[in-house]
Each structure stands twice: as structure tokens, then as C-alpha cells.
């Protein structure tokens, strides 16, 4: 295969940077790109020097593989199409708005033999390529992932929305299934959680804490990832690790707690040496690179060569699983403990909400 032929389902806001990208790779002809808005798809085909076309059904015998962005509701629809056809789909996470559809679609894929790649971009993410050899084993994780309203995404909440992400990461990290969940959140802007506080913990023991907002005032992606060999933080936004472990002088000598109830301790100089003689720290150097480039890269080399995705559709749906129990742990949370008051994600307390 030459060059692979490809076209760009839905160029939204997201969808044009896929445009964009693949239209920059020399082993991808970018030969379509697809709108149900009109004006939208034609700017982007100028843009690009490609063709609009507004119904994705007349492409099946004109790709080698397509780029689905379209709204996650969907994604069952559009991607089980091209699967169905036996083409290599790349779809934008979360893989569907339902367990049902998303394995419809992982068992369509697996029966006409079509590679299906699902964009949990955060895989592709330099600072948690660079952090994850340093995060094998872990026994706790907290992660933070917020960001003001963009008024997209408004068809499912923030946790397919966003800490999906999360949950990903967190699942490829940990490798075995999750034992229980806790979870509750808030409604503020629509139907759907706007924020949302869980907790993961799985069959070997690890414990993961994860909050998910979108009614932020400012962005975070941040983890931290404890192992017995110390805790590594991770910003995802920012693009930088560091590393704390305990050093060898605390491993071997005294702790720091026995050395400060002897006789005569000096407190002080106890606390200016944390950080330098009992606890190791350091900064994990972070490559440059574009995650979202990195990603669709993959997808291409995987459809050239034939290799498994990097997030496939198991993968994609292993995720899913874990969200839609977040959001069942959600909708039945007791706000006041005894059953009687208010349940689930709430905007407004019953007592305050008014009546016409």
C-alpha cells in the first residue's frame, strides 16, 4: 500500500485538527472529508484540498480507512457502517454513548476482521509515555482532569466526556478488573453530570481516586501514582514528570520519626533534610511531540502494517464498562443517607427548587 486513503468523518471542532493532520502525512491521501453541515464541510475540503461530500455511505469503495468525529450518540450508526464493510475505523473516544452499541461494535469489528483504533489520546501524551516505566505495580492513583464548559460533548456527561480518560489510563496501568465502585456528582448545565468524584478500587488491591469536572474556571490533568517504589506526578496539561522515592539512607537507617523523638533532636534540621536525604526526587525529562499527531500516526502504520492498535476496541470498552458503573453509582447516590431525600446527581436541593 502506497499511500493509505483516507477521509475525515465530521470536522467539527475536533475533526478539522484531524483534517489538518492527516492531510500533513505523506503516506495518507486525504481523499474526503464529510459534514452534515453544508458550509462547514466545504471549508474544510478548500482548506485542505479535498473534496466535500455530505452522505459517508458513497465512500466505502474510495478509503482504506477513515477518521470518525462525529457526535458519541453516533458513533454506532456511522462506525458500524464502515466496519460492516470490513474498513479500518479510527474512532474518537468514548467508542459508544452505551455498553450494548459499543459491543456491537467491537464484535463487528472482530467478525469482519476490520482494525478499529478508539482515540483515548491520552495514551499518546509525552508526559505519560515518559512517567509510565516508572509507574508499574501501583497501589494508589489519584487523578484530576477539569475544564471550563466548552459547550461541546453535550450529548453525554463529563464522564464519558472527560474522565473516561482517566479511566483508560488507569486501566492499562493496573491490568485486572475493577472489584468496586463508589461515585456521586452534580448537574449544573444540562441533563447530564457536570462533576463527578469516584472511586476504583480493583481485585489486586489498588485504590483509585478520580474527579472529573467541566465547570471549571481553569484547566488540570493531573495523576499521581503510588508504588512501593515511590510516587510519580504527572501533568498532563503542563507536560511534566517528577519522581519521589525513599532513599536508600531511609530504607536501611532509622526513619525520620525515630531520629526526631531521641534526645536532643533537632527538629529543624530533621525537616530540611526530607527532601534531600530521606526522600529522592527528581524530574523526568518530557520529549516534545503532539499527542493527537502521535495517535492518528499509529492508526496510519497500523493500517499499512497490519498491527493491533494501540487502544482497540476491547480496550475502548473495558472503558466503557467501568464509566457506565461510575454513572449507575452516580444516579443512585443517597445525598442524604436514608433513602428518602434527594438521589442522584443533583442541581438543586427539592426544599429550593421552585414551584410555578
Not at 450508526?77 to 456491537?104: C, N, R
Not at 481485585?203 to 493531573?222: F, I, M, Q, W, Y
Request: hydrophobic fraction near 40%.
Amino acid at each position: 500500500m502506497s499511500r493509505v486513503r483516507m477521509a475525515v468523518i465530521g470536522v467539527g471542532a475536533l475533526g478539522r485538527h484531524h483534517a489538518r493532520i492527516l492531510k500533513s502525512m505523506k503516506r495518507v491521501e486525504l481523499v474526503a472529508v464529510v459534514d452534515s453541515h453544508e458550509a462547514r464541510g466545504r471549508e474544510a475540503a478548500e482548506k485542505h484540498n479535498t473534496r466535500w461530500v455530505g452522505d459517508y455511505r458513497t465512500l466505502y469503495d474510495q478509503v482504506d480507512a477513515v477518521s470518525i468525529v462525529v457526535p458519541t450518540v453516533a458513533h454506532g450508526d456511522v462506525a458500524g457502517s464502515f466496519l460492516s464493510q470490513g474498513i479500518p475505523v479510527f474512532v474518537e473516544k468514548p467508542l459508544a454513548d452505551t455498553i450494548a452499541t459499543a459491543t456491537k461494535l467491537v464484535a463487528l469489528a472482530d467478525q469482519q476482521r476490520a482494525l478499529l483504533q478508539v482515540g483515548h489520546v491520552e495514551r499518546f501524551n509525552p508526559a505519560w509515555e515518559a512517567a509510565r516505566p516508572y509507574c508499574s505495580a501501583p497501589k494508589y492513583i489519584r487523578a484530576e482532569r477539569f475544564s471550563p464548559f466548552t459547550f461541546r460533548s453535550t450529548d453525554i456527561g463529563v464522564v464519558f466526556d472527560m474522565m473516561i480518560h482517566d479511566i483508560d489510563l488507569i486501566s492499562s496501568l493496573v491490568g485486572c478488573p475493577v472489584r468496586d465502585v463508589q461515585a456521586f456528582g452534580v448537574t449544573l448545565m444540562g441533563p447530564y453530570e457536570d462533576a463527578v468524584q469516584a472511586r476504583l478500587v480493583f481485585e489486586n488491591g489498588c485504590v483509585a481516586d478520580l474527579s472529573a469536572s467541566r465547570v471549571n474556571p481553569d484547566v488540570k490533568r493531573t495523576m499521581q501514582v503510588w508504588s512501593h517504589q515511590g510516587c510519580v506526578t504527572i501533568d498532563m496539561q503542563q507536560r511534566t514528570v517528577s519522581r519521589m522515592a525513599p532513599s536508600a539512607a531511609l530504607l536501611t537507617g532509622p526513619s525520620p520519626v525515630e531520629l526526631a523523638r531521641q534526645a536532643g533532636a533537632d527538629i529543624e534540621s530533621l525537616k530540611s533534610r526530607v527532601f534531600s536525604e530521606f526522600l529522592t526526587t527528581e524530574k523526568i525529562d518530557v520529549p516534545p511531540g503532539d499527542a493527537l499527531t502521535a495517535e492518528l500516526a499509529s492508526f496510519v502504520n497500523c493500517v499499512r502494517s497490519k498491527l493491533r492498535p494501540h487502544v482497540d476496541g476491547q480496550q475502548a470498552l473495558q472503558a466503557i464498562q467501568i464509566a457506565d458503573l461510575i454513572n449507575r453509582r452516580v444516579a443512585a447516590h443517597q445525598w442524604d443517607g436514608d433513602g428518602q431525600g434527594n438521589i442522584g446527581p443533583q442541581r438543586r436541593p427539592s426544599h429550593l427548587r421552585v414551584v410555578a
